[in-house]
């Protein structure tokens, strides 16, 4: 019986790459950390948990997810009315008045346009748009 250790499929000159090929993932892992600590993320989870903390917030938000139903049914079914979609844009004005959603929105804004600038600084650095690739598919 040998003691010395078998060697497996893997060399060390494989694991070398394998070890770079995990550090953008770990980059990432980093990257989202820092995001989690930005005023924008932290204000962006308050607002969010006010949403769903706030009553009026939460029967506006399934009033307005109501009549786009509604309306998405009608439009499919070649039934949608201008006057529907005005109802439907009218409840979901509503429910952009309501000071949490409010707020929240704004938030979102806020958190978007620094992810914006992040994924336009990732997209300099590769020279083709970082953020238009993560959310596609299959595009040629």
Known sequence: MSTEPELDAETDADAEPM???GRPEDLAGDLGSALADTPEYER????KAEVERSPEAQE?????ERLRDEFMLARQTGEASQEDLQKLQ???????EVPAMA?????QNRLDARLERISDAVSVEL??????????????
């Open 19 to 21: 070890a770079a090929a």
């Open 44 to 47: 962006f989870a308050e607002a």
């Open 60 to 64: 506006k938000v399934q009033e307005f």
């Open 127 to 140: 020279d083709f748009d970082f953020g238009d690739r993560i959310g596609a598919c299959c595009q040629d």
């Open 103 to 107: 707020e929240f929105l704004d938030a």
């Open 90 to 96: 009218s409840a979901q004005q509503e429910l952009h």
